[in-house]
């Protein structure tokens, strides 16, 4: 099937940058939208950005300004560059992402395992 892997997740200190990688594979026959959810502990999960197709890209309004998302159709991977980062982004983040299979027969909304960031002085 398909799988996808976060990696990138770490600890930094406030205002500091991470740049989170998510690489997709398996047996894909397209990628329709890419996204990056997070879950900070106590709190349910959320979507921090997403890009679709076009390049498009959306996201949350406490991110927006300081993360960007980018997608690499031809390597199936989605990035997620934070900046000026905060102990409130401290969360699990996922990458998530909506495969077409290679058969053509099933789309399939794929999570991540998640990789965890840490904002702390």
């Known amino acids: 099937q398909v799988q996808l892997v976060e990696s990138g997740g770490g600890l930094v200190q406030p205002g500091g940058s991470l740049r989170l990688s998510c690489a997709a594979s398996g047996s894909i026959g397209g990628i329709n939208g890419m996204a990056w959810y997070r879950q900070a502990p106590g709190k349910e999960r959320e979507l921090v950005a997403s890009?679709?197709?076009?390049?498009?890209?959306n996201y949350a309004a406490s991110v927006k300004g300081r993360f960007t998302i980018s997608r690499d159709n031809a390597k199936n991977t989605v990035s997620l560059q934070m900046n000026s980062l905060n102990p409130d982004d401290t969360a699990v983040y996922y990458c998530n992402a909506d495969i077409r299979l290679s058969t053509g027969r099933r789309n399939l909304e794929v999570w991540g395992q998640g990789t965890l960031v840490t904002v702390s002085s």
């Open positions: 890009i679709g197709t076009w390049l498009i890209p």
